[in-house]
């Protein structure tokens, strides 16, 4: 058989290792249509004069652009048969990465858990990407519903893991460059607001919507080489539970992160994800809405040039978000569709 039809639940192994294909050299065009998808604003990785000023060798890639091609790559080999990717923990970006920079991933099976339906089953996995010299630049922990070939196939060995609740900060930044804070540019920046103005607690409604077209996601998931069949076979789709393509998890995502530089303009990079959950799917013609919450601020061992806000973005579909929709006792607002909770890095 030449073709890869992908890896079905039972065909997972505790412990295995993965080395993904294919690399990929990510350009200053691949950064020209992340932002025309998104519409990110932030000054790091919109100048490379602003950049440089900072501290660093030139404009970086956005972070989460760096987080969806080390992804990409897992797909194929991860979750090709996936009902849904379902979280994220133990997320860490190891040092910044530059146009012209070749990726690779590689992920260990770290757990695997049989649904009691036996026609799915739930795979952990430890992905790392590495750059063209071996460095690591991110690692993550991520675990999706994968779907079984055959309903009564035996499952060798099952556990599901201990993953920490978040990353701690001095596990945080440890690659990132001596950074200027009395030159970054708050003007320039677009923001007036740095790390002391932000209190436990405080919530922030991003205001703007963002509308989701077809087209957009299509083109996505393709740049970032997502071969996951829920987001491109509409044909296939028509047999599924919601009859339709599903939009990639990584797009709300970067949505969000967009969304939010009104009010967190100076939160230039993310650091850390310490947990994140798509709580329901979203569909393209949805508009997309953001707001946050400021769970802790954190000074980083030996820095005093920047500091860390843990934040908790929710993003949601059809709904914006003046009253900061969340739970209703058990349960979810209908309209949330992600609830992120991460590190954000920011000038003092």
């Known amino acids: ?50 950049a440089a000023a900072f501290g660093y060798a030139r404009a970086p890639l956005d972070d989460l652009l760096v987080f969806h091609v080390v992804f990409g ?95 701690a900060p001095e596990d945080l930044a440890a690659a990132l460059p001596p950074l200027n804070a009395q030159a970054y540019d708050l003007g320039l920046a677009g923001s007036p607001h740095r790390l002391g103005d932000y209190q436990v607690g405080e919530r922030i409604d991003h205001v703007d919507g963002m509308t989701v077209e077809e087209a957009e996601h299509q083109i996505a998931t393709r740049l970032f080489q997502n071969t996951a069949k829920v987001h491109f076979d509409g044909y296939a789709a028509k047999d599924t539970r919601f009859g339709k393509r599903l939009i990639y998890g990584g797009h709300v995502i970067s949505l969000a992160r967009a969304l939010s530089f009104n009010g967190l303009g100076n939160a230039f990079s993310i650091a ?3 947990a994140g959950r798509h709580v329901a799917p979203l569909f393209a013609g949805d508009t997309v809405y953001a707001w946050s919450e400021v769970l802790a601020v954190a000074d980083l061992p030996g820095r005093s040039d920047v500091g860390a806000l843990r934040l908790r973005t929710i993003a949601t579909k059809n709904q914006p978000c003046t009253a900061h929709p969340d739970k209703a006792g058990e349960s979810t607002d209908p309209s949330v569709i992600l609830d992120l909770d991460y590190w954000a890095l920011m000038p003092r």
Request: hydrophobic residues 35%; charged residues 25%; glycine residues 8%.
């Open 73 to 167: 790559k897992t797909v194929p080999d991860i979750s090709l048969n996936a009902v849904a990717n379902l979280g994220y923990a133990e997320g860490r970006f190891l040092r910044p990465v530059y146009p012209g920079e070749t990726l690779n991933s590689v992920s260990e099976v770290i757990g695997l858990k049989e649904s009691s339906n036996r026609q799915t089953g739930v795979v952990y996995v430890r992905s790392t990407g590495y750059d063209a010299h071996g460095e690591a630049v991110l690692s993550y922990c991520r675990w999706v519903l994968v779907r079984k070939r055959e309903p009564e196939a035996r499952i060798a060995e099952e556990a599901v893991p201990s993953l920490a609740k978040a990353v």
């Open 272 to 274: 850390g994800i310490n």
């Open 1 to 50: 058989m030449k073709t890869n039809p992908g890896r079905f639940f039972e065909d997972f192994r505790l412990g295995e290792t993965i080395r993904h294909a294919t690399p990929r050299t990510v350009t200053t065009g691949d950064v020209a249509l992340y932002t025309a998808l998104y519409g990110p604003r932030f000054a790091v990785q919109s100048s490379d004069a602003f």
